[in-house]
């Protein structure tokens, strides 16, 4: 005996359509919502390195953010050393276990120099951090300009050693 196939009812397809339309209006919404909002990814790459860097410093973890020295500032402190330092500046001197940290929108610099004797880098990044502590002695604020290069395929930081000159 053959069975007749039934076609979808109106129900079925008002289902379908309806399903439609909520997966089409999902989309757009998300959509909409990604163009207005900022997320963290859609920094750009020498702000993300800087960020990483200092939600490091935050966490105490100064190892993980040594590891993200260009090798000119790995020259400056072994990492054993600069560990040792940051943790006793931030957590004996300052007498503080955290900060809290904000960065400036990227500058693109041209033939920066991280001090006298180094050469140029043809572009570098500046990003002013500012962190601000909750000490014993008060609320203040550490402002420090920090750099940022490509360096062997991947981004890394770097702090100024150049002398300003008095006025500047």
Same mark, same amino acid.
């Given at each position: ?13 008002? +289902? ?16 909409a919502?990604? +163009? ?21 410093e ?29 943790a ?19 500058? +693109? ?14 572009e570098?990044? $500046?990003i ?33 050693y150049?002398?300003?000159? $008095?006025?500047?």
């Amino acid at each position: 005996m053959l069975r007749r196939r039934r076609r979808a009812g109106p129900l079925r397809l008002k +289902l379908l359509v309806g399903l439609m339309v909520a997966v089409i209006g999902w989309m757009m919404w998300h959509n909409a919502v990604s +163009l207005f909002t900022a997320s963290e990814s859609d920094d750009p790459e020498a702000l993300q390195l800087v960020k990483k860097f200092y939600a490091f410093e935050q966490a105490g973890d100064f190892g993980s953010s040594w590891e993200l020295f260009h090798p000119l500032m790995e020259a400056y402190f072994n990492k054993s050393a600069y560990i040792q330092r940051r943790a006793h500046i931030t957590m004996q001197d300052y007498g503080v276990k955290t900060f809290q940290f904000s960065t400036s929108e990227p500058k +693109l610099l041209i033939d920066w120099r991280m001090n006298k004797e180094a050469a140029p880098f043809a572009e570098a990044y $500046e990003i002013i951090v500012t962190q601000a502590f909750q000490t014993p002695f008060g609320n203040f604020e550490l402002v420090q300009p920090c750099y940022a290069v490509w360096e062997s395929g991947e981004w890394r930081m770097l702090w100024s050693y150049v002398e300003k000159a $008095e006025g500047d």
